[in-house]
């Protein structure tokens, strides 16, 4: 084992700040990097040294992986934390960091290689009897084999691009006669996104639910799993708003989804924090999704159940530490919840909502946390994700959970740019999330149509009231005489 003194954080914003608070907790020194954009951000000033990264772009910036191992090296740093996004899941940066005598926090860059090609994935698991989704799960890159393939499983289908995720290379087809040209779309987004334009077949589920599974697995062999959570409320196939437990999963399942879980770590050899993905038909029928091989934005609402540190568990991992956790001895009380609080404009397709914080004031709310890594007067980016912060609630039931979420809605003040606080209020308050009974496509069958009502409403009585006032105008009119 090799205590880690220093670790450079290879990553900005909420997430950056969050290691930063467990690397301190553990008397570990942290190193930020930083744009030209984040020079004022909370995680240069909260860490011990911070190296400047030239340029504004993420490519220029927090992707080159090069600079940020020169800057480890520099600063005698022992490890790197990747965080989520931007290098977290990049296999190539996992080697260089480790061929540079550097710890990566995070799995071994075989892991990570399985686990971000969808094709490689589902092979590895199949030898795990682990429940996969009805498909093929080789790239397909004939139409005419594809069509071949999508008539044997029967339609709805779904195109998939073997390398990628967030709803990137991804087409769902309801009959043949839209095949070609889906196939054809979902290969160009798939080479645009991810360089590679491989894609795969497989059964559409309708009406389902986003199940994932936390696990942490330690180089001595033990692989553990933290429960599941509940991701189905998204947009454009992306997470908005997460919970732990799940309100629909018994304990039967739970135990189900957390041994397939564990056979898919141990599928690819995993060490460190990861989650695996599952998603659910209406029957509780469970198939494996993907895995992350990184901690996840959501990862607070299962701390808040467990008590357990993600991050201090992924660093003492990287150090070598046996885990000192034992499934039998784990449990979970209470529910937590968690609202992405996005700078974006949900009332208009949720597009990005560039700008500055002109006013930024967080909830002081017993039971909420906000993770976040912003000032007043910070400028949520083109250049980045338009995160601002993770609101989070616990309660010792889930109806507590939204009432505290709902109350730190209403005390969360931004000024300056729209946010997803509104949408957040919306998804509580709606009788299908309320009774569990939601699944991923919650905001084209609920919210969409309520907006286009609303909508609807206030041009209809916009038009009212320029009738009456046109009326009144008339009657005041005095007409010449002839």
Same mark, same amino acid.
């Given at each position: ?10 990553? &900005? ?6 290691? +930063? ?16 954009? /984040? ?29 940020? =191992?020169? $800057? ?67 790239? +397909?890159?004939?139409?005419?084999? @594809? ?5 044997? $499983?029967?339609?709805?289908?779904? $195109? ?26 979902? =290969? *160009? ?14 059964? !559409?589920?309708? /009406? ?44 039967? %399942? ?28 209406? &029957? ?26 993600? =991050? ?38 949720? %597009? ?12 002081? =709310? ?6 976040? @890594? ?22 010792? *039931? ?6 505290? %979420?709902?109350?730190? +809605?209403?005390?969360?003040? +931004?000024? @300056? ?29 609920? !919210?969409?149509?309520? $907006? ?31």
């Amino acid at each position: 084992m090799s205590a880690i003194r220093k670790i450079v954080i290879a990553n &900005r914003g909420e997430i950056a700040v969050r290691i +930063i608070k467990s690397a301190k907790r553990l008397s570990i020194k942290t190193v930020s990097i930083y744009s030209d954009l /984040d020079r004022a951000s909370p995680h240069v000033l909260m860490a011990d040294e911070a190296f400047h990264l030239p340029g504004k772009t993420a490519t220029e910036t927090y992707l080159d992986m090069h600079q940020i =191992v020169k $800057i480890a090296k520099k600063a005698n740093a022992d490890a790197i934390h990747p965080g989520y996004g931007f290098l977290s899941e990049n296999a190539a940066f996992a080697n260089l960091v480790e061929s540079n005598g550097l710890k990566f926090i995070g799995p071994s860059a075989k892991s990570i290689k399985i686990m971000g090609n969808k094709i490689a994935a589902k092979e590895a698991v199949s030898k795990f009897q682990v429940p996969l989704v009805p498909g093929d799960d080789k790239a +397909i890159e004939e139409i005419t084999k @594809g069509i071949e393939i999508a008539e044997q $499983i029967g339609f709805p289908i779904l $195109i998939k691009a073997a390398a990628g995720g967030g709803g990137k290379g991804m087409r769902v087809v309801n009959k043949i006669e839209d095949f070609n040209n889906s196939f054809k779309r979902a =290969v *160009s987004e798939a080479k645009s996104a991810f360089g590679d334009g491989s894609v795969f077949i497989e059964k !559409y589920i309708e /009406d389902p639910k986003h199940i994932e599974v936390q696990i942490l697995a330690d180089n001595h062999g033990n692989i553990i799993h933290l429960f599941e959570r509940e991701c189905s409320i998204q947009r454009r196939h992306q997470k908005v708003m997460e919970e732990a437990p799940s309100p629909t999963v018994n304990e039967s %399942l739970r135990e189900a989804l957390g041994k397939a879980a564990i056979d898919v770590a141990k599928s690819c050899q995993y060490t460190g924090a990861g989650t695996v993905e599952f998603i659910m038909d209406t &029957r509780s029928n469970f198939y494996f999704l993907e895995m992350n091989t990184r901690l996840q934005v959501e990862h607070p609402v299962t701390e808040f159940i467990t008590g357990i540190d993600l =991050v201090e568990q992924q660093i003492k991992i990287a150090e070598g530490h046996s885990l000192q956790l034992e499934q039998a001895n784990l449990t979970f009380s209470g529910h937590a919840i968690e609202l992405r609080v996005y700078a974006e404009d949900a009332q208009n397709n949720f %597009l990005p909502s560039p700008g500055k914080l002109v006013t930024y004031s967080i909830p002081t =709310v017993d039971g909420i946390r906000v993770d976040d @890594g912003v000032l007043e007067g910070s400028e949520i980016s083109v250049f980045y994700d338009p995160m601002i912060s993770k609101l989070i609630a616990y309660g010792k *039931s889930r109806k507590e959970a939204i009432e505290k %979420l709902l109350e730190g +809605i209403e005390a969360y003040v +931004i000024e @300056g740019v729209q946010t997803t606080l509104p949408f957040g209020k919306f998804v509580l308050k709606h009788p299908s999330f309320i009774d569990g009974s939601f699944n991923t496509h919650f905001v084209e069958d609920h !919210y969409l149509p309520t $907006i286009k009502n609303e909508f609807n409403q206030e041009i209809s009585l916009a038009g009212k009231v320029a009738a009456y006032l046109y009326n009144q105008n008339l009657k005041k009119v005095v007409l010449p005489n002839n």
